[in-house]
Protein backbone atom coordinates (compact mmCIF):
# COMPACT_ATOMS: atom_id res chain seq x y z
CA UNK A 1 0.00 0.00 0.00
CA UNK A 2 1.19 3.77 -0.78
CA UNK A 3 1.61 5.33 2.09
CA UNK A 4 2.51 9.52 2.11
CA UNK A 5 6.45 8.37 3.13
CA UNK A 6 6.25 7.22 -0.19
CA UNK A 7 5.69 11.04 -1.73
CA UNK A 8 8.07 12.26 0.74
CA UNK A 9 10.50 10.01 -0.23
CA UNK A 10 10.75 10.54 -4.01
CA UNK A 11 10.20 13.91 -3.46
CA UNK A 12 13.10 14.51 -1.05
CA UNK A 13 15.87 12.81 -3.52
CA UNK A 14 18.52 15.09 -3.98
CA UNK A 15 18.21 15.42 -7.53
CA UNK A 16 14.88 16.52 -7.28
CA UNK A 17 14.89 20.08 -6.25
CA UNK A 18 11.72 20.98 -7.94
CA UNK A 19 9.58 18.16 -5.24
CA UNK A 20 8.07 16.95 -8.66
CA UNK A 21 6.47 13.63 -8.60
CA UNK A 22 4.79 11.37 -10.74
CA UNK A 23 2.20 8.86 -9.42
CA UNK A 24 -0.66 6.19 -11.03
CA UNK A 25 -3.77 6.09 -9.84
CA UNK A 26 -5.50 2.92 -9.20
CA UNK A 27 -7.79 3.61 -12.26
CA UNK A 28 -4.90 3.69 -14.51
CA UNK A 29 -4.66 7.74 -15.05
CA UNK A 30 -0.94 9.42 -14.78
CA UNK A 31 -0.50 12.63 -13.25
CA UNK A 32 2.25 14.23 -12.27
CA UNK A 33 2.68 17.24 -9.29
CA UNK A 34 4.34 19.23 -7.67
CA UNK A 35 4.58 17.81 -3.66
CA UNK A 36 3.62 20.08 -0.90
CA UNK A 37 2.98 18.20 2.47
CA UNK A 38 2.53 14.63 3.66
CA UNK A 39 -0.97 15.53 5.68
CA UNK A 40 -1.06 12.14 7.91
CA UNK A 41 -0.27 8.73 6.75
CA UNK A 42 -2.81 8.39 3.87
CA UNK A 43 -3.06 11.65 2.67
CA UNK A 44 -0.91 14.04 0.17
CA UNK A 45 -0.99 17.73 -0.31
CA UNK A 46 0.20 18.43 -4.05
CA UNK A 47 0.12 21.31 -6.53
CA UNK A 48 -0.02 22.05 -9.57
CA UNK A 49 -1.36 18.64 -10.53
CA UNK A 50 -1.53 17.75 -14.49
CA UNK A 51 -3.01 14.67 -16.55
CA UNK A 52 -0.24 13.29 -18.63
CA UNK A 53 -2.51 12.70 -21.73
CA UNK A 54 -0.85 10.08 -24.22
CA UNK A 55 -2.48 10.21 -27.78
CA UNK A 56 -1.18 8.60 -30.88
CA UNK A 57 -1.61 10.19 -34.43
CA UNK A 58 -2.57 8.56 -37.79
CA UNK A 59 1.23 7.15 -38.54
CA UNK A 60 1.45 5.78 -34.99
CA UNK A 61 3.55 8.36 -33.39
CA UNK A 62 3.47 8.97 -29.64
CA UNK A 63 1.97 12.63 -28.76
CA UNK A 64 2.12 13.29 -24.67
CA UNK A 65 0.12 16.33 -22.96
CA UNK A 66 0.06 17.89 -19.55
CA UNK A 67 -3.53 18.85 -18.95
CA UNK A 68 -4.74 20.75 -15.96
CA UNK A 69 -6.28 18.40 -13.01
CA UNK A 70 -8.65 21.53 -12.38
CA UNK A 71 -9.33 23.64 -15.10
CA UNK A 72 -10.74 26.10 -13.08
CA UNK A 73 -7.63 26.33 -10.99
CA UNK A 74 -4.75 25.03 -12.45
CA UNK A 75 -2.18 25.56 -10.05
CA UNK A 76 -4.66 24.47 -7.41
CA UNK A 77 -4.04 22.54 -4.06
CA UNK A 78 -5.16 19.37 -3.63
CA UNK A 79 -5.48 16.74 -0.96
CA UNK A 80 -5.43 12.92 -2.41
CA UNK A 81 -5.96 10.25 -0.22
CA UNK A 82 -3.02 7.25 -1.13
CA UNK A 83 -5.40 4.91 -1.34
CA UNK A 84 -6.16 5.20 -4.43
CA UNK A 85 -2.58 5.59 -5.95
CA UNK A 86 -0.90 2.56 -7.34
CA UNK A 87 2.77 3.83 -7.50
CA UNK A 88 4.59 6.63 -7.13
CA UNK A 89 8.30 7.73 -8.82
CA UNK A 90 10.47 10.40 -10.10
CA UNK A 91 9.29 11.66 -13.83
CA UNK A 92 11.79 11.17 -16.32
CA UNK A 93 13.75 14.29 -16.95
CA UNK A 94 12.12 15.15 -20.52
CA UNK A 95 8.72 14.81 -18.82
CA UNK A 96 9.66 16.79 -15.80
CA UNK A 97 11.26 19.69 -18.22
CA UNK A 98 7.79 19.48 -19.76
CA UNK A 99 6.02 20.07 -16.77
CA UNK A 100 8.03 22.92 -15.46
CA UNK A 101 7.75 24.93 -18.55
CA UNK A 102 3.59 24.45 -18.15
CA UNK A 103 3.50 25.22 -14.93
CA UNK A 104 6.21 28.45 -14.61
CA UNK A 105 7.47 31.00 -16.50
CA UNK A 106 10.44 29.39 -16.77
CA UNK A 107 11.83 28.43 -20.54
CA UNK A 108 13.71 25.38 -20.73
CA UNK A 109 14.18 25.02 -24.54
CA UNK A 110 17.83 25.71 -23.88
CA UNK A 111 18.37 22.98 -21.15
Known sequence: ??????????????????????????????????????VDEHTVQLSKSRLLNISYDNRGSINASLIPFSNSNPDASITLSTSDILAVYTPSNEVEQDYIQSTTPIDLLGA
Open 1 to 38: MITSAHFTQQADKTANVNNVVSFKMTNGIEFIAKFESA
